[in-house]
């Protein structure tokens, strides 16, 4: 569905991106790790054409002139006007959408946000904000979700919800799924594969029972704290 090829990307000097190279086949949860600054949320970016790579380049199975109407986008600095209730803000992004969308009152019930959806955004807790991001970027029911640091910032029991979400909507309706986290529970428990960058390249791809069982260990968790220093 999206391939990717020989992205190279620098900031100043600093080359963050060497020339990366990984597939992402359609109703594949694909699952990018690494320490903070291997450079993550730029690779995820350049996918959603939020930053131009300086090499390489991204193919895509479908119209890319139309890209915004086959992927939906949660990135972690997502930003709302905060003098907007909730629910103006999903009847917004259904009026750029022209109405072809889900009903955001069922996404916001299945997403927590019922009670909150006449309060204004600058009203919000941080978890707020990250379940309203993934409610835009699940609202007109993209074939592709992009997800940067999906559950940061939610307590336990929404994490969890969400992961459930996430992979029911994977397996019932083939969603595709690009997705960032630094929590390797949840990277672990839905991702089919699993990039692994270091240095600016990648260290490693696969499964993740195939990266416990070639590097040892007992879990990602494991794998991550002795390979990602």
């Not at 109407?69 to 600095?77: N, S």
């Not at 909730?86 to 959408?97: A, I, N, P």
């Not at 940067?148 to 397996?171: C, F, H, M, P, V």
Request: charged letters at 30%; proline letters at 1%.
């Amino acid at each position: 569905m999206i391939t990717v090829k020989g992205i190279r990307k620098s900031y100043g000097n600093k080359e963050i991106l060497k020339g990366i190279d990984f597939e992402v086949k359609k109703g594949e949860i694909v699952s990018i790790i690494g320490r903070n600054g291997v450079g993550k949320t730029t690779l995820v970016d350049i996918i959603c054409k939020l930053k131009k790579q300086d090499a390489g380049g991204v193919n895509y199975a479908f119209d890319e002139e139309k890209l915004y109407e086959y992927i939906g986008v949660q990135t972690q600095d997502s930003q709302f006007d905060e003098r907007f209730k909730v629910r103006e803000v999903c009847e917004l992004w259904q009026d750029l959408y022209n109405g072809n969308c889900l009903d955001y009152k069922e996404l916001a019930i299945t997403l927590g946000l019922t009670e909150v959806m006449n309060q204004k955004v600058k009203t919000l807790s941080g978890g707020q904000k990250q379940k309203l991001s993934i409610l835009i970027a699940l609202i007109h029911e993209p074939e592709c979700l992009i997800l940067d640091e999906l559950t940061i910032g939610l307590d336990a029991y929404s994490r969890g919800e969400i992961q459930k979400l996430i992979k029911k909507l994977n397996t019932e309706e083939r969603r595709t799924v690009i997705m960032v986290s630094h929590y390797m529970e949840e990277v672990e428990a839905i991702s089919d594969k699993v990039i692994v960058l270091k240095d600016g390249v990648i260290f490693c791809e696969g499964s993740p029972a195939e990266i416990i069982k070639k590097y040892n260990c007992k879990s990602l968790q494991d794998f991550a704290v002795n390979n990602l220093i």
